[in-house]
């Protein structure tokens, strides 16, 4: 199974929600996993190596992968039908490398906010996604969302967003998911952490 997690809109939280994924499917799940960090910073790739440092045993792999590599791949990765894969893709359209990717996912992970630009690049990715890849479910998880905010934008966006896909309880905004490494899950964000990956199903 291939799980990708895309939005072009930077900052949407993507690489931390891909890691936090990670974690609960390796340590709460106890599933086979292994990421591929597909985004030009390869953030995900440097918190693996920081998590290496620790000298601690590391639940998954994390492998830097450039999208022109991708088809080469592809067969080795669906070889092994027990194997999670979870993909950073970059925050930008403009590759025609993206598009195997997308073609090949599962799952597609859309984080967004509820914030009008935020929604606009989100609904963009969809319906890319979307026509690239009809058959895969799309997930889209409201991401880095504060407590105290009342969003004008949240029952209008969430209704068009099913139209197209499933929409997941929130993420909230804490500087504990800045902090995460390929290897940790917040006790007290456990809770919050199950509620959107359950949507996953799996």
């Known amino acids: 199974m291939i799980i990708t997690f895309g939005n072009q809109k930077g900052g949407a939280g993507k690489s931390t929600l891909a890691i936090l994924c990670a974690n609960w499917l390796s340590i709460i799940k106890k599933r086979k996993v292994i990421v591929l960090d597909m985004d030009y910073q390869q953030s ?34 669906e070889a092994d039908p027990d194997q999670i894969v979870i993909i950073d893709l970059p925050g930008k359209l403009d590759d025609d490398n993206l598009m195997p990717v997308i073609e090949a996912a599962d799952i597609i992970v859309i984080p967004f906010e509820y914030e009008q630009m935020a929604f606009q690049s989100t609904m963009l990715f969809t319906l890319l996604a979307e026509t ?3 058959r895969a479910s799309l997930l889209f998880i409201p991401n880095k969302i504060q407590k105290t905010v009342n969003y004008e934008l949240k029952e209008n966006v969430d209704e068009t967003l099913k139209g197209y896909g499933k929409v997941t309880p929130n993420i909230y905004q804490s500087v504990k998911y800045q902090r995460i490494l390929t290897k940790d899950i917040p006790p007290d964000k456990l809770d919050e952490i199950e509620s959107a990956f359950n949507f996953l199903g799996l």
């Open 44 to 77: 995900l790739f440097a918190k693996y190596q920081e998590s290496e440092k620790l000298e601690n045993p590391q639940p998954y792999e994390v492998i830097p992968v450039n999208l022109k590599e991708f088809p080469a791949l592809k067969e080795t990765l």
């Open 132 to 134: 690239i890849n009809p």
